[in-house]
Nanobody, 123 residues
Framework: VQLQASGGGLVQAGGSLRLSCAQS????????MGWFRQAPGKEREFVAG????????NYANSVKGRFTISRDNAKNTVYLQMNSLKPEDTAVYYC?????????????????WGQGTQVTVSS
């Protein structure tokens, strides 16, 4: 399984970005997907997760109401729409795939990881 994340960039506080993560190599709909982020000097943290069908989602409290995770199984892609961005959202964002199909916040549950895309929010 190969994951390619894209869509990061520099944005002002209050702005929006949409991250994409394209999967290749296996049947995309067999995997639950997650987004994680890691800021400098901090541990990697869970941001959002989505089930195989897209019917079940989960968010970190820090992004609830601002971020939306979605997926398009026909395009083998998962998205993270980020609105009302804050400087504390600045991090490298990673997408990950869980072959067990569970929407879980623990990074060790995910077997496959993308390379990360940088999101920088200026104040």
């Amino acid at each position: 399984v190969q994951l390619q994340a894209s869509g990061g960039g520099l944005v002002q506080a209050g702005g929006s970005l949409r991250l994409s993560c394209a999967q290749s190599g296996r049947t995309f709909s067999n995997y639950a997907m997650g987004w994680f982020r890691q800021a400098p000097g901090k541990e990697r943290e869970f941001v959002a997760g989505i089930s195989r069908s897209g019917l079940s989602v989960n968010y970190a409290n820090s992004v609830k109401g601002r971020f939306t995770i979605s997926r398009d199984n026909a395009k083998n892609t998962v998205y993270l729409q980020m609105n009302s961005l804050k400087p504390e959202d600045t991090a490298v964002y990673y997408c990950a795939a869980d072959r067990d199909g569970r929407v879980v916040p623990n990074s060790y549950e995910y077997e496959y990881w993308g390379q990360g895309t940088q999101v920088t929010v200026s104040s």
